[in-house]
């Protein structure tokens, strides 16, 4: 029954380099047009999760299913359907927004490329820039182009790690607009953050991850306290 299958699943996954736990039986499950956001202090493995997720980083033990599919290392549908941004750019310093567009959308077979590529360039506000090389860009700069890069294949789930970092307000702001907007049509989201306004504006349900592991779940109420949110991150970390 294709109801009971999630658009992402993950089982027990765990991830241990060297003699250092960095994920202990981390599961996660995350539904179409469902917004998750995973918190947690620094070091905490979020990131390191989000690779294993990928198919980036191997995980040493634990599974991920995508649409029900057990997928493996380098797994073609993970490509297809995941988007992913990281803390890397994965963009070409030389080239220019719309040549890095362009070069994404031929590795990635994406039908009308160019155009959708013009687009996203408008809808990211780097249209005036499309002709610069992105070396000279500013980090904001990169990071609006890197979102219109992780946009351009249509992703079904958008795995976004710390999406709004170096982005001024007004970006943030349309970050924010695009993502409902993807999640109103029924992409699933799974977002990392240090920003707890825009976890609260954005998630439907926020996980705590402490020292590798899940240490508490929450769902989001919209109109739900600001204070309440940071308490009990507090105390999640705190008890993990
Ligand atoms: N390649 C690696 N080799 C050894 N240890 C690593 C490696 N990558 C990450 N780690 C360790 O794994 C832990 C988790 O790192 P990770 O980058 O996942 O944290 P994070 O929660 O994303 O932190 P931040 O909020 O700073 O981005 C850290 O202690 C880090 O030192
Ligand atoms: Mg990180």
């Given amino acids: ?29 995350l539904d179409r047009g469902e917004s998750l956001a ?14 294993c997720t990928v198919g980036l980083l191997r995980p040493t ?10 997928i493996s ?19 070409y310093s ?10 994404y959308g031929k590795l990635y077979k994406i039908k009308e490329a160019d155009k959708k590529s013009a687009e996203l360039l408008k809808e990211v506000g780097l249209h005036l820039f499309r002709d610069m090389p992105v070396r000279s ?31 001024d307000v007004e970006a943030a702001y349309l970050l924010n607009r695009i993502l409902k907007e993807k999640q109103r049509r029924g992409t699933a989201i799974l977002m990392i953050s240090h920003d707890f306004e825009q976890v609260q504006e954005l ?6 991850l402490s020292k590798g ?15 309440a949110l940071k308490e009990w991150y507090e105390k999640a970390v705190k008890g993990a």
């Fill in 137 to 167: 860009f500013s980090r904001g700069m990169v990071q609006r182009l890197s979102i219109a890069r992780v946009l351009l294949a249509e992703p079904e789930i958008l795995m976004l790690d710390e999406p709004h970092t170096g982005l």
């Fill in 73 to 91: 290392k380098n797994s073609m549908s993970v490509k297809q359907k995941i988007g992913f941004l990281g803390h890397e750019s994965y963009l």
């Fill in 213 to 227: 592991k899940i240490a508490d779940t929450m769902a989001i109420r919209q109109g739900s306290n600001l204070e």
């Fill in 38 to 51: 995973v918190v947690g202090p620094n070091g905490a493995g979020k990131s390191t999760f989000f690779k």
């Fill in 94 to 103: 030389t080239l220019t927004p719309l040549e890095n567009l362009k070069f």
């Fill in 1 to 29: 029954m294709k109801e009971l299958v999630h658009m992402l699943e993950l089982k027990n996954l765990t991830k241990i380099l060297g003699d250092k736990v960095i994920l202990r039986n981390v599961s996660l499950s």
């Fill in 61 to 70: 033990s634990g599974e991920v299913y995508l649409d029900g599919e057990l």
């Fill in 203 to 208: 998630a439907d349900r926020v996980a705590v």
